[in-house]
């Protein structure tokens, strides 16, 4: 696998054209998370996944600290993250999302890497996310950035 040069990577503002692949991604995502963990029926884990993501969506209006980063790779998103960065508080990883074609290649640790250099430098104290505990690869991808577990979540303080 070739190496990820930085100057093919980068990071912008969420273009509107790609928020709803972005959250269809989530959408789906969330949704096997939820058939996984919780033994819910395809159509039940969809509804509450879609809910969810729209309730936080909801949530957003208005607000400054909430951010959209899509992450590109040689002039194409090849996903994103959603996260929440406020002055003297622990900031929070709400989705992070790597298109499935491009997994695997240190893009979503390159990602990560961004939002926390960004929360950082938006005065928070930390980065917590949540995860489910069968995401072996987002476990083991977190505890190598550092992060450790407080329950069943995940905090990564500086």
């Known amino acids: 696998m070739p190496a990820i040069r930085p100057a ?25 998370q939820l ?8 159509e039940v884990a969809h509804d509450l996944a ?24 040689k002039k194409n998103i090849i996903g994103g993250a959603w996260y929440m960065a406020v002055p003297e508080r622990a900031s929070s990883l709400l989705w992070i999302m790597i298109e499935d074609a491009h997994r695997g290649q240190g893009h979503g640790r390159r990602l990560l890497a961004h939002v ?11 980065l917590v996310l949540h995860v489910f505990t069968a995401n072996t690869a987002a476990v083991t991808l977190y505890r190598k950035l550092g992060f450790s577990d407080i ?8």
């Not at 990577?9 to 269809?24: H, I, K, L, Q, T």
């Open 35 to 42: 058939q996984q963990a919780m033994g819910y029926s395809q």
């Open 116 to 126: 926390a250099e960004q929360a950082r430098a938006a005065g928070a104290t930390g």
């Open 8 to 32: 093919e990577a980068s990071y912008v503002n969420m273009p509107p054209a790609y928020r709803p692949r972005f959250f269809a991604g989530l959408v789906a995502y969330q949704t096997t």
């Open 50 to 73: 879609y809910h969810q993501i729209q309730g936080v969506q909801q949530d957003d209006a208005g607000l400054t600290h909430r951010h959209l980063v899509a992450a590109k790779w």
């Open 151 to 158: 329950g069943k979540e995940m905090f990564l303080s500086w």
